[in-house]
């Protein structure tokens, strides 16, 4: 088998002895890439979650504000001034805090969208790009 002889790392090692290192290192850095895209789409998955739970949240709240405001009418015709004006103030307070949760979850599904594992992507481009760089020398 040939040796590698020079001034580089590889010096004394035959091209074969070589190749097995650079293909278990080229292994070892894909793998390592592989958990990089796993964490980072469990981290995404975590923020779909966490915004969907608001929207549900939201949409609760909605939901008895909009009874309240309906209690609000039904009140309003039938009672005095002050019942009608508090419901209408508590069924008002609920549909902004249903607002703000929506807002809330919008803002996190926005950071789990797309779910597509950006670090990794770019990190895995990175390594080829070196990869293809330093074997063209």
Known sequence: ???????????GRS??????????????LMR????LAQAELTQKGKRAGIGGGLFGAAALLGFFGLAALITAAIVAVDLKLPLWAAALIIGGGLLALAGLLA?????????AVPPVPD????????????IK???KR
């Open 15 to 28: 091209v074969g002895t070589l190749v097995k290192q650079g293909t278990e290192q080229l292994s070892q």
């Open 103 to 111: 807002l809330a979850g919008r803002h996190e599904v926005k950071k």
């Open 1 to 11: 088998m040939a040796h590698v002889n020079g001034n580089g790392n590889g010096a």
């Open 133 to 135: 760089e330093r074997a």
């Open 32 to 35: 390592q890439e592989f958990k």
């Open 119 to 130: 670090e990794a992507v770019g990190s895995m481009r990175h390594d080829l790009e070196t």
